[in-house]
């Protein structure tokens, strides 16, 4: 990577001799061969593997660790009629993870009963609670989704009032595993499975993939039915799409469009603006999945599910409607907080610290993972964000990281001082509040000397410098077919140099501005920034800038306009 246009910017170099390769054998334009060259599809057959996700290259579910164990206790379970009890989790993959084997399990003759956590009353995983309610009802299968791997305690439970248990997730696990009859996790040290970035929903998805060719039912109308689901979970898990993933959720937004479930038409006729257009991966993390979370941060993720479970048209509107409250209530609640964290951490300087703890009383658990979020975007660092409840003397957080630094693997080396797991970048943990002093210390001691981790601000990334004649409407058009974008394959990011600026008009009473740019070939430029309050009063009409910006289109009445979203702008 290299910048010759901003200290604060990273601009991806650019091969031009593969991008004239790829030209001349896909027939592309060179915005698509610059991004296919700059990821790595630099040869014919992995380019048009790559461009062309197709059904016909997912893995065998049977590779899966533990598949045939667990399709014997589940397939078993179902034979003899016997109540499965499916226990899911509070966040979107978990949700989607409860709903696809419900669904499936149900379509094909189970005997299901299905829950999900309450984040406040039982927090994440799995609460002996749980365990004892599906003892309670007569449960004869315990059936995990998206959780489990770590819950030792709760699984030996389950078997100690008799219950078979088959434990299917994502996450990483401990050194040993739990004494599920069954663990699926393609993050299993022993997995032979060739991708391991799989969601929960995910994994869930080949599972029942897998029990479907095994009951000789058809698997296009499996994926048909269920595609959708496993596409939410995907996107919403911030999973890379690559690989399987990709075709899974290339094929899923299709689906999305034309989904059958009531709860996912009512969610997308509330959410959507674009109509009756394609559902893009962005529908998903800035829309749809913001609403479906918003039950588990305030109130209980059962909403949520039964939206996703339902076949009434008229309660699936009613559902939706409520998460459409309660995702505006928590905008409102995290704006609020986020504001009083920056200044805390300000105020205290814990800013200048390799990792930012900040903990605070009774703050809502279910919004304490955005605020970590926030921070560690804001100031470069990974940042634990700690509610604590003074009467039961535990604290609860949420975690979120930059490259350098594995959560999961930081909580594991400072056991027993802290209890919790997740991913590299985002986690959730408990702790005693006794333990938060020496909790920190430890976790500044190991930050200092975990090698190659280096806090402080990322520069942009930019994907490379272009000519605005590159970016014209016929590229940018045919740039759809590198999408879905997301994880691993993120929306492009473009620069141009030397721009005039030939207008700048305020919008929303200088909130956002409309810019008209003339580029050095004379070509005219629309490009709007959002958000930019008073920091670019000095870019005024006769300026020359350089500026970074995603590019897209606008279609109205039929009619199709280039349009450039302003990410960064410096001074030529």
Known sequence: MVSTLSERWLVGARDTQAEQT?????????????LLAQRGYTDLATAQEFLNPSLANLHNPELLPDFEAAAAEILGAIGRKELIYVHGDYDVDGVTSAAIITRFLRAVGGNVVVHVPHR??????????????????????????????????????????GMRVVVTDHH????????????????????????????GAGVAFKLCAGLTVKMGLPLEGYYRAYADLATLGTVADV???????????????????CTKKVGLVALMNG????????????????????????????DDAAISLDLLLETDS??????????????QERQSEQRLLIESAVAHVVESGLHENPVILVTGENWHHGIIGLVAGKLTERFGRPTLVVTLEPETGVGKGSARSIPGFHLAEAFHRLAPLVKGGGHELAAGFSIQMQDLDAFHAALLDYAANLEGFEPGLRPVELTAEISAAEGDLTAVEEMSIMEPFGAANPEPVFCTRNLRVESVQELSRGEHRKFQFRSEEGLLRTALLWGCGSDLDHIVAGSQVHAAY?????????????RWTIRDLCPA
């Open 172 to 199: 990483e696990p401990n050194e040993t595993l739990p004494p599920a009859h069954a663990v699926v996790n393609p993050h299993r040290a022993d997995s032979e499975y060739p991708f391991t970035e799989l969601s």
């Open 22 to 34: 790829l030209r001349e054998q896909l027939g592309v334009s060179t915005l698509t061969a610059l």
């Open 550 to 562: 995603t590019i897209g289109m606008d279609t109205f009445q039929g009619s199709k306009t280039l």
């Open 314 to 327: 008229r309660k699936a509107e009613q559902l939706a409607l409520r998460l459409e409250e309660l995702n």
């Open 239 to 257: 999973m890379p799409l690559l690989g399987e993933n990709r075709i899974l959720v290339s094929y899923g937004l299709t689906q999305l469009r």
């Open 271 to 298: 959410a959507l603006k674009n109509g009756a257009g394609p559902v893009r991966s962005s529908d998903i993390s800035f829309r749809l999945a913001p609403r479906l979370n918003a039950a588990g941060r305030l």
């Open 120 to 161: 406040l009353r039982e927090g994440y995983g799995i609460h002996p609670s749980a365990v004892d309610s599906a003892h309670e009802q007569g449960a004869k299968l315990f059936l995990t989704c998206d959780c489990g791997i770590v819950a030792h305690d709760q699984i030996q439970r389950a078997l100690d009032y």
